[in-house]
């Protein structure tokens, strides 16, 4: 008869709880991870419809439309910005379809169009 033997599976059993234990300790660890992952991901998104501006939009000619990155209801007109030939784009916003909505500004035809004549995409 081994007289070790309680001696030996209370061992075994400490080493088993210890296990489980690093073992749930990771798990936690991963889903705590994936949890923070998740929240700088939604708070970047939100930081960025909260109207982080964009890039400013760049003039080539005289007279050129631009649409507004960050609003379809609005866009640029490049136009003269001193005698020099420099130019500066200036912001118009589409005019009223409804009471409370504005016509969508369609980059293809360089004209502000029925909301429902073209989709809105905005890039920041």
Do not use: W
């Amino acid at each position: 008869r081994d007289l070790h033997y309680p001696l030996r599976r209370q061992r075994q059993m400490c080493i088993r709880d210890r296990v489980s234990t690093q073992s749930t300790g990771i798990s936690v660890m991963m889903q705590s991870t994936s949890l923070l992952l998740l929240l700088v991901i939604a708070l970047s998104l939100s930081l960025i419809k909260a109207g982080i501006p964009c890039a400013p939009v760049q003039c080539e000619q005289l007279g050129q439309y631009l649409r507004n990155p960050s609003d379809c209801h609005s866009f640029y007109q490049c136009a003269s910005a001193d005698n020099e030939g420099g130019l500066r784009a200036v912001l118009h916003q589409c005019a009223m379809e409804t009471p409370s909505t504005r016509l969508v500004f369609n980059p293809e035809l360089n004209v502000c169009v029925h909301s429902a004549n073209v989709q809105c995409v905005t890039s920041c």
